[in-house]
């Protein structure tokens, strides 16, 4: 708890290189995984932080897909709170980019990011339609980028990768429904056509990892 405060302050700093960015996010992480395990403190500050995503949408997203580990029912109502702040900046940041530019991850972390958001609804009735809404737009960005605009091997190729990382970490706490959703999106991601075969291949990695979970879950 006494790193939280300067965790935060740490979070809000503004001109922060990336790398360093990245290896502050890991330690929120860790600290997150040990506030929510062992104690009942929900760490406000941090899913204000993550609300507040319109202030810097990149770090907000960023922090939020990493906290991989599952949330109990007393964490729910917070991380919810969070993402309805998320979803419609996530949605609006899902629009296919005109041009390959020195810089398009903001697009990469919309996707990631809408995967991530989704993923935690699924189980939520009244969330249902948006969840579809994020998963349609997430696949009919990447079927624009690919059919269309030629930007599959730059920018898709790497939410993939995010993606199969991501998937990696959370894969021990899906049941029946999480593994539903991601081999739904799975599917209707690799039926698009003109996609390579290499952008296909962590597709099918990602499948992998899903098989392996239903294996050492029954």
Not at 66 to 90: S, W, Y
């Amino acid at each position: 708890e006494n790193l939280q405060p300067l965790l935060i302050t740490c979070l809000q700093e503004a001109g922060m290189p990336e790398n360093t960015f990245t290896i502050l996010a890991q330690v929120v992480y860790h600290v997150a995984v040990e506030t929510f395990s062992f104690g009942e403190d929900p760490w406000f500050d941090l899913w204000d932080y993550i609300a507040d995503c319109k202030g810097d949408f990149k770090k907000a997203v960023y922090i939020f897909q990493c906290l991989t580990m599952p949330f109990g029912d007393d964490k729910q109502e917070f991380m919810i709170r969070a993402v309805n702040h998320l979803i419609p900046e996530i949605s609006s940041r899902l629009n296919p980019p005109r041009e390959l530019l020195v810089d398009n991850s903001s697009w990469v972390l919309a996707f990631t990011g809408g995967f991530c958001a989704s993923i935690r609804l699924v189980n939520v009735a009244s969330y249902g339609g948006i969840v579809k809404e994020i998963e349609d737009k997430m696949v009919g960005s990447v079927r624009e980028l690919v059919e269309r605009r030629g930007m599959e091997v730059g920018l898709v190729r790497r939410a993939f990768r995010d993606l199969e990382n991501i998937v990696e970490q959370q894969w021990d706490w899906y049941k029946t429904c999480e593994f539903r959703y991601v081999k739904g999106l799975i599917r209707k991601l690799y039926e698009i056509k003109g996609m390579k075969m290499e952008s296909k291949i962590v597709l099918w990695r990602i499948n992998v990892v899903l098989e392996r979970s239903v294996g050492e879950e029954f």
